[in-house]
């Protein structure tokens, strides 16, 4: 989690007190991007780097990077030939691909830009890519990014649901409410100004100008998708929470690409390459549900929630909600500086001396565990909340919260019990046949279909509307024999 966002925000608070009172005097200065009058004395470019620096180290620890050295450089390298362009020198620019299946990509003042592996998957060349890149840089150019940090509108990341909050036990309320944004959402103007300096950069690098609308109409398309299968909202933040798509951006981009060379590159070949093998949705290092069950082969563990949960799994936690009873289960994990039992931490370190009447013990899978339960409130509703410690190892617990509001099917209460000893290692098995998706570039074949490709993708739904939303194939539009095209495979 971005724990230390709400601390710089407190910090630049009386900055943007003192910057009000200068309007006009040294508190605007003309963006050589723009040319626009903007309101950033708020923000040296010091402070920019310095801001972009502390939040970067954040954002490493919280997702790290793809772990793919060869993709990486391509990036940047991508990057770095779009960057050479903008009218902010001072800036240094760095490019990182972060280990996250969200669709995504954001900026941080100081010139960091971040695309996830969930957003490289979603592109289709090397043209679009550019295109979210100059994106991004136009908001830094922009000084979008510096603005906003400076009005302290950013708010944390999926500020964990329950676990701080249990301390006080109301914090339950926050069950329910999902993954708050990484950052709240730039406005109409700023994104179509970024829309605006991303073409220019992006053409001026040799690129050809309808990645831009190519990639928003994909980005639509996979969107709409989303929506389709999962009702609304996946599990986390992605690219439309903080970059709003009007019904207006594809054609404002399409029209304003017309003001362009249109015979730079669009390189989709070399592109799908790069991208060929790839990990697709949760990874190995962050863990990953197939149906209702979690396994993290890098922790070393698995459990299962029940029938019909749906598991969203965040970085420093997995959350599973039923959305008809408004259960939640939450699992994390803690590390301790010195051995203890697991009544001990329970009582001591997790709940901070608070009094727990109905405390036991139990055994989880020959683990030593505690649990204990009181009622609190889930969405504004009454709910009994259990809480399961298990000792993992010497030096570390694994926390089950749960909450059950009022109401709910009385089975339930076994179900989630049937869930808390599922919790153990796993098999040699487990390890050698469950793997991660994987992203696979294959070539279409004479009498191959939409359906013959999407056949192998390893879901049980949607697989031709999955296969046309990741290829951004337009309807009615069918596969041309020699053609390249992404598919989801589970090896
Ligand atoms: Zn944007």
């Not at 923000?43 to 997702?63: D, F």
């Not at 730079?264 to 070399?270: A, F, I, L, P």
């Not at 279409?444 to 739904?461: E, K, Q, W, Y």
Request: aromatic letters at 8%; proline letters at 4%; charged letters at 20%.
């Amino acid at each position: 989690m971005i724990k230390t966002v709400r601390g710089f925000v407190s910090h630049f608070k009386p900055l943007f007190v003192a910057a009000i009172l200068c309007v006009g005097l040294s508190g605007c200065s003309t963006n050589p991007a723009t040319g626009q009058q903007q309101f950033t004395a708020l923000m040296s470019p010091q402070q920019e780097a310095q801001v972009g620096a502390n939040e970067h180290a954040n954002i490493m620890k919280t997702y790290g990077t793809v772990g793919i050295p060869a993709l990486e450089s391509y990036v940047s390298k991508v990057g770095a030939g779009v960057a050479a362009n903008t009218e902010r020198g001072d800036v240094r620019y760095q490019f990182f691909v972060l280990d996250d299946p969200m669709v995504n990509a954001f900026a941080l003042p100081g010139g960091y830009v971040y695309v996830t592996r969930g957003l490289l998957a979603q592109a289709n060349s090397e043209a679009e890519l550019a295109a979210v890149l100059g994106h991004e840089i136009g908001h830094v150019t922009g000084r979008h990014s510096a603005e906003r940090y400076s009005r302290g509108v950013v708010t944390s990341i999926g500020a964990a649901v329950l676990s701080a909050a249990l301390d006080s036990k109301a914090a339950s309320q926050a069950l329910g409410v999902g993954s708050d944004l990484f950052m709240k959402s730039y406005s109409r103007e700023q994104e179509s100004e970024a829309d605006g300096l991303g073409l220019r950069y992006m053409t001026r690098a040799g690129y050809n100008p309808k990645g831009m609308p190519a990639f928003l109409t994909a980005l639509e398309g996979n969107t709409a998708l989303e929506s389709r299968i999962n009702g609304k909202g996946g599990g986390g933040p992605d690219w439309f929470s903080t970059h709003p798509l009007t019904a207006n951006r594809i054609q404002d981009t399409l029209i304003l690409s017309q003001n362009y060379s249109q015979s730079g590159t669009v390189e989709r070949d070399s592109y799908l390459s790069m991208i060929d093998g790839m990990t697709y949705g949760d990874s190995e290092k962050h863990g990953f549900a197939r149906g209702n069950v979690f396994y993290h082969p890098k922790l070393d563990f698995t459990f299962a929630a029940p029938q019909g949960f749906e598991i969203v799994n965040q970085p420093e936690q997995v959350i599973a909600r039923d959305k008809k009873s408004g259960a939640a289960i939450i699992l994390d994990a803690q590390s301790v500086p010195q051995a203890m039992d697991a009544r001990t931490y329970m009582q001591q370190v997790w709940m901070k001396g608070e009094a727990l009447p109905d405390m036991e013990s139990i055994d989880v899978n020959g683990m030593e565990a505690a649990t204990a339960g009181f009622t609190g409130t889930v969405g504004g509703r009454a709910a009994q909340i259990r809480i399961v410690a298990v000792k993992w190892s010497a030096d570390t617990f694994f926390r089950f919260q749960f909450a059950i509001p009022q109401g709910a099917p009385a089975a339930l209460t076994e179900d989630l019990k049937r869930t808390t000893y599922s919790l153990r290692r796993m098999s040699a098995q487990e390890k050698r046949d469950i793997h991660p998706y994987k992203l696979r570039i294959v070539t279409a074949r004479a009498g191959d279909s939409i359906a013959s490709l999407a056949n192998g993708m390893p879901f049980n739904s949607y697989r031709e509307e999955r296969f046309r939303a990741l290829n951004a194939l337009m309807p009615g539009q069918g596969i041309e024999p020699g053609a390249r095209y992404k598919v989801i495979s589970d090896r």
